[in-house]
């Protein structure tokens, strides 16, 4: 079976991919979101995630938390939907890459694929980028038709779901979406 260091936004997200990984990978999570703020928001997604992934005997590696790396990413464009994310992106996938060549593994993806809030070929080319350099297959799928059973089961299992992507940034444009 083929190992894959998937990087893993939250518990919902993995719900929604793990309905096409289980049968052919292995999959260690790696849980690195410093752009989730506030501090109590991240240890409930962390929380979450293991209470969907550790259900299903799959690994997690936790990154470190330092919010300040990805302020220092996404410095000057704090405001500037897109642009800001993708900056975000790149934070996260490359210390996925990173880590993933570290500890051996050849493939590596990220669950921001199932959701169609994020910007699906702006990812892509991300992840591809990374992959060459690093070395790595980046493990690309449209899972965006998984969202909603992903959602599903999170509600059904009483599984926290989030109303924002992870920044102070997107909690605010939230807000003005939901209120």
């Not at 790149?90 to 993806?109: N, P, V």
Request: hydrophobic share 30%.
């Amino acid at each position: 079976m083929a190992r894959m260091f998937l990087h893993t936004c939250c518990g919902p997200c993995f719900f929604g991919v793990w309905a096409d990984l289980r049968h052919n990978f292995e999959v260690t999570n790696f849980f690195y979101n410093p752009n989730i703020q506030p501090k109590t928001e991240y240890d409930k997604r962390l929380e979450n995630l293991k209470k969907v992934a550790l259900g299903r005997s799959q690994k997690i590696i936790e990154g470190s938390y330092d919010d300040r790396k990805h302020q220092k990413a996404i410095l000057g464009l704090e405001t500037n939907f897109p642009k800001r994310c993708l900056k975000c992106y790149e934070l996260r996938l490359t210390e996925t890459a990173k880590m993933a060549q570290k500890l051996g593994y050849e493939l590596f993806s990220t669950t921001l694929l199932v959701s169609p809030y994020q910007q699906h070929e702006q990812l892509k080319q991300i992840g591809q980028k990374l992959g060459q350099a690093y070395n790595l297959e980046f493990y690309y799928r449209d899972w965006r038709p998984l969202f909603r059973s992903g959602q599903q089961s999170a509600k059904d299992q009483n599984i926290y779901r989030q109303r924002y992507c992870g920044c102070q940034w997107s909690e605010i444009e939230a807000r003005k979406t939901f209120h």
